[in-house]
């Protein structure tokens, strides 16, 4: 069965960091395409970042750009998005998902599998 699973989160000031982590198992992590999706208060969900399953290309949405780092471990089934400078804009929830195949897509429809997400909270 296949599960991801979420942590890092928490409550940060403007211009803090936080390093999320997303622990994949019961499928073969090392040949999907990674996702991290957020989902504002009372807003849709929005790609963020997205990672091939050799790590060999990203994406990352311009809101994030020069801000947040996606990578990933696959000895350790684990994927990682490390936030800095956070803007109060950047709360969310923060989920991770995974692809259909090696290359990442930016149609969320292409990432079947989600984790339960973890919150980012970012205030003065």
């Known amino acids: 069965q296949e599960k991801l699973v979420e942590s890092g989160g928490g409550l940060v000031q403007p211009g803090g960091s936080l390093k999320l982590s997303c622990v994949a198992s019961g499928f073969n992590f090392d040949i999907y395409a990674m996702g991290w999706f957020r989902r504002p208060p009372g807003k849709a969900s929005e790609l963020v970042a997205a990672?091939?399953?050799?790590?060999?290309?990203?994406y990352y949405t311009d809101a994030v750009k020069g801000r947040f780092t996606i990578t990933r471990d696959n000895d350790l089934n684990t994927l990682y998005l490390e936030m800095n400078d956070l803007r109060p804009e950047d709360t969310a929830l923060y989920s991770c998902?995974?692809?259909?195949?090696?290359?990442?897509?930016?149609?969320?429809?292409?990432?079947?599998?989600w984790g339960q997400g973890t919150q980012v909270t970012v205030t003065s």
């Open positions: 990672i091939n399953s050799n790590a060999d290309n990203s």
């Open positions: 998902a995974s692809g259909q195949g090696p290359l990442f897509s930016l149609a969320p429809h292409s990432y079947p599998n």
